[in-house]
């Protein structure tokens, strides 16, 4: 099965819906908007792998200055992956948000990690063929 398969697209699309659905109820059932900040998180985590860590060009005579920059992308997106987990964690110890809320907001970033997983391992055997 690739990506391209219907299943996939499918699994992956009810996934992420149950991801953003769970963000947003974490807002609504406890009229506090506060946790959204985690969803900005979201927004952001991906931009300093897309700016610096998509090595896909060629890198010839930049062997050294090339990796850091890649190895800067990555950090930072991990940096700021790890933000989107301590922002609703910050926000409950300040009692800004009720752990109710830090609970759902907590499993729309696992349920959103899983479908950037899932999506991950059918894109990687899409490239893999023997033939």
Same mark, same amino acid.
């Given at each position: 099965?690739?990506?391209?398969?219907?299943?996939?697209?499918?699994?992956? $699309?009810? /996934?992420?819906?149950?991801? !953003?659905?769970? #963000? @947003?109820?974490?807002? !609504?059932?406890?009229?506090?908007?506060?946790?959204?900040?985690?969803?900005? /998180?979201?927004?952001?985590?991906? /931009?300093?792998?897309?700016?610096?860590? +998509?090595?896909?060009?060629?890198?010839?005579?930049?062997? +050294?200055? &090339?990796?850091?920059?890649?190895?800067?992308?990555?950090?930072?997106?991990?940096?700021? &992956?790890?933000? +989107? @987990?301590?922002?609703?964690?910050?926000?409950?110890? &300040? #009692?800004?948000?009720?752990?109710? $809320?830090?609970?759902?907001?907590? $499993?729309? $970033? !696992? !349920?959103?990690?899983?479908?950037?997983?899932?999506?991950?391992?059918?894109?990687?055997?899409?490239? /893999?063929?023997?033939?």
């Amino acid at each position: 099965m690739a990506v391209h398969d219907s299943r996939v697209i499918l699994v992956l $699309a009810l /996934m992420f819906s149950t991801g !953003v659905l769970l #963000q @947003i109820l974490g807002c !609504v059932l406890w009229r506090n908007w506060w946790p959204m900040l985690t969803g900005l /998180m979201y927004v952001l985590v991906p /931009m300093p792998y897309l700016f610096f860590g +998509s090595g896909s060009g060629d890198t010839y005579g930049y062997g +050294s200055l &090339a990796s850091g920059w890649i190895d800067a992308g990555k950090f930072l997106t991990g940096f700021s &992956a790890v933000g +989107s @987990i301590a922002i609703p964690a910050i926000l409950a110890h &300040a #009692q800004v948000i009720t752990s109710g $809320a830090l609970i759902m907001e907590l $499993a729309a $970033a !696992v !349920v959103l990690g899983c479908t950037i997983v899932t999506y991950d391992y059918f894109s990687s055997r899409d490239s /893999m063929s023997y033939f």
